[in-house]
């Protein structure tokens, strides 16, 4: 709640860096670092209590090269993530917001979805977890309420620019106009870089504009469900999620920086997004939490994240690339997360179709997923995180750069 504190006193006092945008950068900057003193400090506290608990991970023996060392390690770590994330948000971020609600209620909903399934696993001894229907029914609870509050709420709007505003020198000027409620999104590497989900279904008649719902809804739902589960997929190695997220999340505080601020977008040419400046601050919070963890998570590691963490922090990722209007560059963005997805699917499906035409399963993978692969062909752990690492960046380059190559 220090938000309101910090912004009364800015207002009254014409402290430095008054602007909006200072006040945002100020908040960041102290969002980030109290972020990761609480993962550094209260971390390491939540690791011994999980030891003392014996809440630790349950290791099938998949034939893997120091596996059977990591078994007994402390899970159910995505919990350091989240107290991380949240308590500088209320502290820093204008909680009224209705981005920060609803990243807030993604936070919690997906943390309360992932923490069944490490309880399950626990404490019933039962190595399934919470069984694959009801995740995706929560998975796709959250993507109905994300998508309905996208499309409804009134704050959720864009400011489109009008190039008919001619000045006294007779020059037209690009200006932004009133802020109108739209189902638009950018497309990466393409001039004219807007999509409209309307465009589906207006062809359709008058009015059937009004009902881009239909497919602004499910497009939701899918992207919650793909990144949740990519990023629950990717969470199989040390430090691999963790560090490959808190690239993601960077690049997406880069998207939400520059869409809410009016003269970034501007110059961009992307939408202008007001309100969705605030997102920075949450996506501070939410890096400085991933790097703390990150600390004990390292190989070889002190704690797991477990389903609690890999299962919020897709879900985060997933409606925050949709709040900034990037959905359609996830693929590239979350180009691991999708790797890996696309590995177990190719596998499983490549096994299906080998062992009804041929009588035996055939792989095209030595494991999935992917990161098992190279497991198996006998690099180390640590070499495999650091090139998916080196990998994720790159992506993350490319997607930045698509702010101006189209």
Known sequence: MLYYLFDFLEKQYQLPGASLFGFLTFRAAMAVMLSLLIAMVYGKRIIVFLQKKQIGETVRDLGLEGQKQKAGTPTMGGLIIIMSTLLPVILFADIKNIYVILLIITTIWMGIIGFIDDYIKIFKKDKQGLKGKFKVMGQVGLGLIVGLTLYFHPQVTIKEKDTTTITENFKVERVFGEETKAVRTNVPFFKNNELDYADFISWMGDGMEDYAWIIFIPVVILIVTAVSNGANLTDGIDGLAAGSSAIIVLTLGIFAWVSGNIQFSSYLDIFYLPRVG?????????????????????????????????????????????????????????????????????????????????????????????HHHYQKKSYHESKIVTRFWIIGILLAIISIVTLKIR
């Open 278 to 370: 605030e997102l920075v601050v949450f996506l501070a919070a939410f890096v400085g939490a991933l790097v703390g963890f990150l600390w004990y998570n390292a190989y070889p590691a002190q704690v797991f994240m477990g389903d609690t963490g890999s299962l919020t922090i897709g879900g985060v990722i997933a409606v925050i690339a949709i709040i900034v209007r990037k959905e359609l560059l996830l693929p590239i963005l979350c180009g691991i997360f999708f790797a890996e997805s696309l590995s177990v699917m190719l596998q499983v499906g490549y096994f299906k179709h080998t062992k009804k035409k041929y009588g035996e399963g055939r792989r095209i993978f030595l494991m999935a997923p992917l």
